[in-house]
């Protein structure tokens, strides 16, 4: 059976590799940031102080661990200003 082109782009092998595997692509020295939203925001850390139609921006390590919940891209730059990450930016 052929897979669909929608199957092909939602598959991303970067899922799928183990801690070690992360830390020798320099998972440690990698974060990305992810606009996202009060409501989704508050599921995902349990928390339901965030404003449900207010935008933050997310810094996650490659790995998935949440390192920053900022209100704004200025506070997110701020906070990576004196740090030695490599950013990916995430629509």
């Not at 599921?43 to 997310?58: A, N, R």
């Not at 919940?69 to 200003?81: F, N």
């Amino acid at each position: 059976m052929q897979e669909r082109p929608e199957e092909q782009q939602n598959y991303n092998p970067l899922r799928h590799l183990t801690p070690a595997q992360f830390m020798a692509l320099g998972g440690n020295a990698v974060v990305y940031v992810k606009p996202i939203k009060g409501d989704k925001l508050a599921q995902l850390m349990s928390e339901p102080d965030f404003e449900s139609g207010e935008q933050f921006q997310l810094v996650v390590s490659a790995d998935g661990s949440p390192l920053l919940v900022a209100d704004s891209p200025a506070a997110v730059a701020e906070w990576l200003s004196d740090k030695n990450f490599g950013v990916v930016a995430l629509h």
